[in-house]
């Protein structure tokens, strides 16, 4: 690591994935020589501690960034395209989580594990783009199958938790689950139907044709970050009542034969995964297990019989570590490692 320090700013500093920044930045090698937290006009002045300091909390400003060398952006795709470009003009990276600018061809889409290559082309608009947390998962795995034997098409089905909508919805998920098991009446406020023992096969908005915003993102991002615009992909993304997690269902067709034996040992020697697959003994990748984690929990890796080149696994990340603020903290420490 660079034994130059940076002063770090968090735009968007008290929401879920901001706060799990804070804590991702305190465990990670990056030096940090201070720390700006920034929120809009309703949460400055709030103090949040970092390394067992208060740090109040300031409005975010077009003039947030002077004399800041790296800002981790987690503050909705409105602000981060409203803010972000000032940022990068006072000569501080932006690494930005929101959609905002994810598909920019002149922004990387980055995921350390995968492409840490393209973290070098900020120098395009100062912007690193973080992908999409369901994407994130994905692609770890899907890499080194790519690179050994390549991927022709891909099917996977999402089953997301709330989390991934933010604190309101890990409220009302906790507060339809208390009222309905103690037979009261609930409130249906974030998402169009309730959410407590149920599945939305549902995440962002309806497309013209028939797909979610989240599913087009799923299939947009994977290219881009694979560097392989012919791979066929195909998503369903499921919100269910899990409050941290997002599980997959990833089905691949490769151009090349390879056993469901030798993906795991692939698996087990590629950074970022841990397999965990012994189904006779009921291990497999769990929502529970996966969070408060950084690793890519891989299993129920097996042949695809129904095809000559196919195979099946189930992929479990913390959507608010790696799917948000760990992937961003990596970025960084690659910056401060190699670029700044």
Not at 72 to 83: P, W
Not at 91 to 105: E, F, H, L, Q
Not at 176 to 201: E, G, K, W
Not at 295 to 312: F, H, Q
Request: charged share 25%; net charge neutral; with cysteine.
């Amino acid at each position: 690591m660079s034994e130059k320090k940076f002063n770090v700013a968090i735009a968007g500093a008290t929401g879920a994935v901001g706060n799990q920044m804070i804590i991702c930045l305190e465990e990670s090698n990056l030096p940090v020589k201070a720390v700006k937290f920034l929120a809009s006009s309703r949460s400055a002045g709030r103090k949040l501690r970092f390394k067992g300091d208060l740090i109040t909390v300031e409005e975010l400003t077009e003039n947030s960034f002077k004399g800041m060398d790296i800002a981790l952006f987690s503050a909705g795709g409105g602000t981060s395209k409203n803010f972000a470009p000032f940022a990068a003009k006072d000569g501080c990276v932006v690494i930005d989580n929101s959609s905002a600018w994810r598909m920019d061809p002149k922004v990387p889409l980055g995921v350390p594990e995968v492409n840490p290559h393209a973290v070098a082309e900020y120098t395009n608009k100062g912007i690193i783009a973080n992908p999409n947390c369901s994407t994130i998962q994905m692609v770890v795995p899907l890499c080194p199958i790519h690179k050994k034997c390549g991927i022709k098409r891909i099917v996977v089905s999402t089953y997301q938790a709330v989390s991934g909508t933010g604190k309101k919805a890990i409220d009302e998920l906790f507060d339809q689950t208390r009222s309905m098991i103690n037979f009261l009446d609930y409130d249906i406020n974030v998402y169009p139907h309730r959410i407590a023992f149920n599945c939305l096969p549902h995440i962002d908005v309806f497309l013209e044709n028939g797909y979610t915003k989240e599913e087009v993102k799923m299939v947009d991002e994977t290219r881009k970050i694979l560097e392989d615009d012919t791979i066929g992909i195909t998503a369903t993304t499921v919100r269910v009542p899990v409050f941290f997690s997002h599980s997959e269902s990833v089905n691949i067709e490769t151009k090349k034969h390879i056993s469901a034996n030798e993906v795991k040992l692939l698996l087990e020697k590629a950074p970022g995964i841990k397999v965990v697959d012994d189904p006779e003994k009921n291990i497999y990748p769990l929502a529970i297990d996966a969070a408060g984690q950084d690793l890519t929990l891989v299993g129920r890796i097996r042949d695809d019989e129904s095809i000559p080149n196919g195979i099946n696994m189930w992929v479990v990340a913390d959507n608010i570590r790696k799917g948000a603020a760990t992937n961003t903290i990596q970025i960084a420490e690659i910056l401060a490692e190699k670029y700044l």
